[in-house]
């Protein structure tokens, strides 16, 4: 029983020297997702076409309301300027 307490806790204990790996892994990981969310971003803000916005965003105004915070903010006037 001593000998495979000892030999579980030695497996462990061994495992511990992977963390530096994790660590840097996971720091890949957030970088690329962050990378892949600033891309979307920009093509969704401003790259899209606005064809493409009037078919896929304009018709809903939660789309709109969503587009609207993401990209613009307070820029754009809630009505149009005469």
Same mark, same amino acid.
């Given at each position: 029983?001593?000998? $495979?307490? $000892?030999?579980?806790? /030695?497996?462990?204990? /061994?495992?511990? /020297?992977? =963390?530096?790996?994790?660590? =840097?892994?996971?720091?890949?990981?957030?970088?690329?997702?962050?990378? !892949?969310?600033?891309?979307?971003?920009?093509?969704?803000?401003?790259?899209?076409?606005? +064809?493409?916005?009037?078919?896929?965003?304009?018709?809903?105004?939660? !789309?709109?309301? +969503?587009?609207?915070?993401?990209?613009? /903010?307070?820029? $754009?006037?809630?009505?149009?300027? !005469?």
């Amino acid at each position: 029983m001593r000998t $495979l307490l $000892l030999a579980t806790c /030695g497996l462990f204990a /061994g495992c511990m /020297g992977f =963390q530096p790996l994790v660590d =840097q892994a996971t720091a890949q990981t957030v970088a690329v997702e962050h990378a !892949k969310y600033q891309t979307a971003e920009l093509i969704m803000c401003r790259a899209i076409s606005i +064809g493409e916005w009037m078919r896929s965003v304009g018709p809903y105004p939660e !789309k709109v309301q +969503g587009w609207r915070a993401l990209c613009v /903010g307070s820029e $754009l006037p809630s009505v149009p300027v !005469k």
